[in-house]
């Protein structure tokens, strides 16, 4: 399995933007990449999730990087409720297992007052 | 409203004791999974299942069981072959190769 790389740990203000990265250096060409977070004590929920194009919802951005081996979830402006852990996961639905998902132990994002 | 139930939201096992998990889905999503979680870690997957009267093993089926006998429903048994059960359980469900949908966890505890 395609494997990422976070940072363990991140910290922001709030009403600020956040970029969190995201390394995946041994991407394939159908990997796609996806987002979830988890807040305190509750199951993750999926944020967002891109191929090659840069994507945008109401939650977050997703900018991947023009050879696909790192990308970076963006909250463009901070708030206390986006205090969780992110998680960046690849998935590759043409391959057998990706129905999977592996889920490493993320970045913890604090957010201060 | 859709989404993914499960109960109890907290469990206390005593040794020797099997506990069953209980975990439903009103999303008509054909795969589901059971995920556990370890304070401070990632989440690593115990057994998923694709479509009814089949599943297969994740990264930790050891003292584990499921059953899959209707869409919406993947109960996960924790058997007393398990050792270490005090964890946070996950169960999630997805339209195959689509985003998860998590429920909001159980916490099993060992008296």
């Known amino acids: 399995d395609a494997k990422t790389t976070q940072p363990n740990s991140m910290e922001s203000n709030e009403e600020e933007p956040v970029h969190l990265p995201c390394n995946h250096s041994t991407i394939s060409g159908t990997d796609y990449i996806h987002w979830y977070r988890q807040l305190p004590s509750q199951g993750p929920e999926y944020v967002i999730h891109g191929l090659t194009s840069n994507v945008n919802n109401r939650m977050a951005s997703l900018a991947i990087a023009e050879d696909r081996k790192s990308s970076t979830l963006i909250l463009h402006r901070a708030t206390l409720r986006d205090a969780a852990v992110y998680y960046c996961?690849?998935?590759?639905?043409?391959?057998?297992?990706?129905?999977?998902?592996?889920f490493g132990k993320g970045t913890k994002l604090t957010v201060n007052p | 409203d859709g989404g993914i139930t499960q109960s109890p939201k907290y469990l206390f096992r005593k040794e020797g004791q099997n506990v069953t998990l209980s975990c439903e889905q009103n999303l008509n999503h054909d795969a589901m999974y059971w995920y556990r979680q370890d304070p401070g870690q990632g989440l690593r997957l115990i057994y998923y299942?694709?479509?009814?009267?089949?599943?297969q093993k994740g990264d930790i089926a050891e003292g584990y069981s499921v059953s899959r006998e209707k869409k919406e429903s993947f109960p996960l048994t924790v058997t007393s072959a398990q050792k270490n059960p005090t964890a946070f359980y996950l169960c999630?469900?997805?339209?195959?190769?689509?985003?998860?949908?998590f429920g909001s966890g159980t916490q099993l505890s060992v008296l």
């Open positions: 999630a469900s997805s339209i195959q190769y689509e985003k998860l949908f």
């Open positions: 996961i690849l998935r590759n639905p043409f391959q057998g297992g990706s129905e999977k998902l592996v």
């Open positions: 299942s694709q479509i009814v009267n089949d599943f």
